[in-house]
């Protein structure tokens, strides 16, 4: 049973940082994700990384996001600095066996909250 678990959401003031995690089991994934969603608005990709580490970023969180991924135990992380109040979303881990997979894997999300 595949599941992916997200932890490490929060509140934080402006300009802060905050480090997502979401450790998958049950499979091993090529590719692995965040994206987010808030309230009114569609889930958008944030971050993806593949597992021989090539990344694609959201242009609205380049240089200041940074996903990586430990294989070895099934984790993906987001690092998240120079936070600002329109980061704030619930964010959602999210993984595909490979590249050519229909099915896409998501957690039950993380709440990030930055406050002005």
């Known amino acids: 049973q595949v599941q992916l678990v997200e932890s490490g959401g929060g509140l934080v003031q402006a300009g802060g940082s905050l480090r997502l995690s979401c450790a998958a089991s049950?499979?091993?994934?090529?590719?692995m994700g965040w994206s987010r969603q808030a309230p009114g608005k569609q889930r958008e990709l944030v971050a993806s990384i593949t597992s021989d580490r090539n990344t694609n970023y959201a242009d609205s969180v380049k240089g200041r996001f940074t996903i990586s991924r430990d294989n070895a135990n099934n984790t993906v992380y987001l690092q998240m600095n120079s936070l600002k109040p329109d980061d704030t979303a619930v964010y959602f881990c999210n993984a595909k066996r490979t590249r050519w997979s229909t099915t896409n894997y998501w957690g039950r999300g993380t709440q990030v909250t930055v406050s002005s």
């Open positions: 049950g499979s091993i994934f090529s590719i």
